[in-house]
């Protein structure tokens, strides 16, 4: 059955290193979206895409962080260099929007990487 | 003031009883989202509903957007209902963007 798959699921690292998280949205899904949660913030949207082109990334700290779909199977998130508070769970969900109607489904969420940031 | 704000924040339930969670929002939406997140973390989305009321199962979700409200229902609750249950909307201005809830963290003991 289709799903968002993210991987990897569990990462861990060193301060300062780059990390990068992968996400497949469901196929034929056109928009996809980034969100961190943690215990402090709860969840918290970082990015989201439509038709592969960022439409919102004002949740993202632009230092550090990058999002980029390199194609409609593939959504990436960049953390470089990596800090103790990027420690958190990063899901990815996608989702269809019919642009003509504008209606809309549900988000579909991805499994999560639970980043941790020694 | 959080723009989306759920009650209770804790709940726990005997097997079997109706439990509600509410969440009430500040801002004019275009829909509105009940999530369940498992212990495990997976995140399902349960409900988008932008008007009157739906139902899967046993669960039943309404919304009142006159008075920016919406509830959720659980009947002959069961522990497999465990779970924190989150309230998220998508504002009328902000496109697809959800603002989200600090959830509800349900237990419900057999």
């Known amino acids: 059955d289709a799903r968002v798959t993210q991987t990897p699921r569990h990462k861990v690292t060193e301060m300062g290193q780059e990390v990068t998280m992968r996400c497949q949205p469901i196929?034929?899904?056109?928009?996809v979206f980034w969100y961190r949660q943690t215990m402090m913030q709860g969840l918290e949207l970082l990015a989201y895409?439509?038709?592969?082109?960022?439409?919102?990334d004002s949740g993202m700290p632009k230092d550090r962080f990058s999002a980029e779909m390199p194609d409609a199977t593939l959504a990436t998130l960049k953390i470089q260099p990596s800090e103790p508070r990027d420690s958190a769970v990063y899901f990815c969900a996608s989702g269809l929007v019919l642009l003509a109607s504008g209606s809309y489904n549900e988000q579909f969420f991805g499994p999560g990487t639970r980043l941790t940031v020694l | 003031k959080n723009e989306v704000e759920q009650s209770p924040q804790n709940l726990t339930a005997q097997e079997g009883e109706f439990i509600t969670i509410n969440c009430s929002y500040s801002?004019?939406?275009?829909?509105l989202h009940w999530l369940q997140q498992h212990p495990g973390g997976g995140i399902v989305s349960l409900f988008m509903l932008s008007s009157g009321k739906k139902k899967h199962g046993r669960l039943i979700a309404t919304i009142n957007i006159q008075e920016k409200h919406s509830s959720l229902h659980i009947t002959a609750s069961h522990p497999r209902d465990s779970a924190v249950y989150i309230c998220?909307?998508?504002?009328?201005?902000?496109?697809?963007?959800?603002?989200f809830g600090e959830g509800t963290q349900l237990t419900v003991n057999p």
């Open positions: 801002v004019g939406i275009s829909a």
């Open positions: 998220a909307v998508r504002s009328a201005t902000s496109g697809s963007r959800l603002t």
């Open positions: 895409f439509r038709n592969r082109a960022p439409l919102d």
């Open positions: 196929l034929g899904h056109n928009t």
